[in-house]
T-cell receptor, first 113, second 110 residues
Framework: DAGITQSPRHKVTETGTPVTLRCHQTENHRYMYWYRQDPGHGLRLIHYSYGVKDTDKGEVSDGYSVSRSKTEDFLLTLESATSSQTSVYFC????????????FGPGTRLTVL | GQNIDQPTEMTATEGAIVQINCTYQTSGFNGLFWYQQHAGEAPTFLSYNVLDGLEEKGRFSSFLSRSKGYSYLLLKELQMKDSASYLCAVNSNSGYALNFGKGTSLLVTP
């Protein structure tokens, strides 16, 4: 258990509204990641962070922004949600040690109507 | 970029052995991962290979051939609870992020 929580776990919103998803970790991991998972596409990287205030884009970053003001929290914001952003969102952390093993949070199921 | 391929679906019988293959093409390589994901749940880490050869962990084993860009996950003595998706992922050189295949959905039947 890497001590990762995500909130909310489920959310239904309407097109055009802003949405923020939160990922919280308790073990001081430096690297954190946001992925989305869709049928037929697998897990795709949205953004990642390599420290407080240090973030970078992933494969599918358009329409998303992130912030990391504290080590333990990594926020994903959809400024104006669209139906194409309906997905399951997973946060992950890079574990300690020599491998790059990632450990995932429980996920957030987001529906944009 | 990276391209990772694995079969979409497989079916196997309880008690049998199943091999799930993964091929990849990558400009850089720092390791290959296998994850298990049950329906409605988060992926959980199964195995990591960075050198050629077989890594065994209980009923699960993972093999890597870097020269061939090939890995497989071997599941022995299949149990009903092994019905899940199995995700192959390769380490990216960018921020240690992982690039995932689309996953193989394994159904174990009685």
């Amino acid at each position: 258990d890497a001590g990762i929580t995500q909130s909310p776990r489920h959310k239904v919103t309407e097109t055009g509204t802003p949405v923020t998803l939160r990922c919280h970790q308790t073990e001081n991991h430096r690297y954190m990641y946001w992925y989305r998972q869709d049928p037929g596409h697998g897990l795709r990287l949205i953004h990642y962070s390599y420290g407080v205030k240090d973030t970078d884009k992933g494969e599918v970053s358009d329409g998303y922004s992130v912030s990391r003001s504290k080590t333990e929290d990594f926020l994903l914001t959809l400024e104006s949600a669209t139906s194409s952003q309906t997905s399951v969102y997973f946060c992950a952390i890079r574990g300690l040690g020599n491998t790059d093993t990632q450990y995932f949070g429980p996920g957030t199921r987001l529906t944009v109507l | 970029g990276q391209n990772i391929d694995q079969p979409t679906e497989m079916t196997a019988t309880e008690g049998a052995i199943v091999q799930i293959n993964c091929t990849y093409q990558t400009s850089g390589f720092n390791g290959l991962f296998w994850y298990q994901q049950h329906a409605g749940e988060a992926p959980t880490f199964l195995s990591y290979n960075v050198l050629d050869g077989l890594e065994e962990k209980g009923r699960f084993s993972s093999f890597l051939s870097r020269s061939k860009g090939y890995s497989y996950l071997l599941l022995k003595e299949l149990q009903m609870k092994d019905s899940a998706s199995y995700l192959c992922a390769v380490n990216s050189n960018s921020g240690y992020a992982l690039n995932f295949g689309k996953g193989t959905s394994l159904l174990v039947t009685p």
